[in-house]
């Protein structure tokens, strides 16, 4: 039998949550992400190019909003070393962090949020590897 409308919201059959089911897509994705970084791997100055061509066509669109922060960061190194190791290291403890907590308290918030995490990863490995 169907689940009933409640309050006009049709309810959708929700399936439970396995963590053993969920690992191992976790571990793929890592696993992809591990092997397009080393495919990526090469000359240093190459991706210092790259990415001056990419502030060029930023500066173009006038999509370079970072910049004032980037300058204030790079000026100022009481500011910009400890906002450098927070964003180079605080999402391998935030990141796993919400998604236990999604996982155990908001099933339906953590399948969104594993899904987009998972599809932005893959986009974001792609570019990265190209």
């Known amino acids: 039998m169907p ?4 309050a006009g919201v049709e309810a959708t ?4 949550l396995r963590w053993w089911t969920e690992l ?5 994705v890592y696993a992809c992400y591990s092997a397009g ?3 990526a791997r090469g000359d240093v100055s190459t991706a210092v190019d790259h990415g001056l061509a990419i502030l060029d066509i930023e500066k173009a669109l006038y ?3 970072e910049h ?14 400890p906002a450098d190791f927070w964003y180079a290291s605080l999402h ?15 099933t339906v918030h953590y399948r969104a949020a594993r899904t987009w995490l998972m599809t932005s990863t893959f986009i974001g490995l792609i570019g990265f590897t190209l």
């Open 63 to 65: 999509l370079n909003a």
């Open 92 to 106: 391998y403890l935030i990141t796993p962090v919400l998604l236990v907590w999604l996982f155990r308290s908001r």
């Open 68 to 81: 004032p922060l980037n300058r204030l960061f790079t000026s100022e190194p009481w500011i910009g070393v």
């Open 37 to 39: 970084r080393l495919l």
């Open 13 to 16: 059959p929700r399936t439970r």
């Open 24 to 28: 191992p897509l976790i571990l793929l």
């Open 3 to 6: 689940h009933a409308d409640i």
